[in-house]
């Protein structure tokens, strides 16, 4: 079956430390990635996607993300965490299977709480 | 920018009571879906369409149906609410090509007492 793994529920880090929110995938061929972002009792907001290219994405807020094919992992990373970035965030799959409904369908992890320690 | 917007933030209902939770997004998108957030269980898909009056189950569909009457709205339906109804409800669009990310509301949060 196919899923995605965000193997930590809560991940704490000090102000001003790099971050790191793990996720990897088992999904057959090349999917579409994608990370999320959910403030206390808001909606999901979009970071950043990894298409096709390089493998280093950047995107909103200052966040960053490696895709590792090998290793089928899309870890999120930030170079220096900020308080305000305390959220739950969500890795999100998108297999591409040539039928149409299941290309509109993701497969998401259950999520990893970010503390961010002032 | 995109905006999602949903009609309720918080409601609460009776066990057996008909709910409505509506969904507008103003950026022209093919596809539109609804799911609910639960601790512990993450997002699960209940439906999705992607085109006006189409409509595709997802992981989650009993208890629930949809309505897509005009291609910026999309209705999530509880015929007959009950407790464990009782979850967070997201709406999202997403323009139809595969790469395309979703945008969301602010969620309805739905009590069934």
């Known amino acids: 079956a196919q899923s995605v793994a965000q193997p930590e529920d809560q991940v704490n880090v000090a102000e001003g430390n790099p971050l790191t929110v793990k996720c990897t995938y088992s999904?057959?061929?090349?999917?579409?990635l994608f990370w999320y972002v959910q403030y206390p009792n808001r909606g999901l907001q979009f970071l950043l996607k990894y298409i096709t290219g390089d493998n280093l994405v950047k995107g909103s807020y200052g966040f960053e993300a490696e895709f590792n094919k090998s290793q089928t992992s899309f870890h999120l990373k930030k170079p220096s965490a900020l308080v305000s970035d305390s959220a739950l965030y969500f890795c999100?799959?998108?297999?591409?299977?040539?039928?149409?409904?299941?290309?509109?369908?993701?497969?998401w992890g259950l999520g990893t709480s970010l503390a961010v320690n002032p | 920018d995109v905006k999602v917007t949903q009609s309720s933030r918080y409601l609460v209902k009776r066990t057996g009571e008909k709910v409505f939770l509506e969904c507008v997004q103003d950026?022209?998108?093919?596809?539109m879906f609804w799911y609910r957030q639960d601790p512990g269980l993450g997002l699960r898909l209940i439906y999705f369409s992607y085109d006006v009056k189409m409509k595709e189950k997802g992981d989650i569909p009993e208890g629930y149906s949809v309505s897509r009457e005009k291609k910026e709205r999309f209705s999530l339906i509880l015929e007959s609410a009950s407790t464990n109804q009782t979850s967070m409800y997201l709406c999202?669009?997403?323009?139809?090509?595969?790469?395309?990310?979703?945008?969301f509301g602010e969620g309805s949060r739905l009590t069934v007492l």
């Open positions: 950026m022209d998108h093919e596809n």
């Open positions: 999202a669009s997403q323009e139809g090509l595969r790469t395309g990310e979703l945008f």
């Open positions: 999904v057959s061929g090349n999917p579409y």
């Open positions: 999100a799959v998108r297999p591409i299977i040539f039928n149409a409904g299941n290309n509109r369908k993701l497969i």
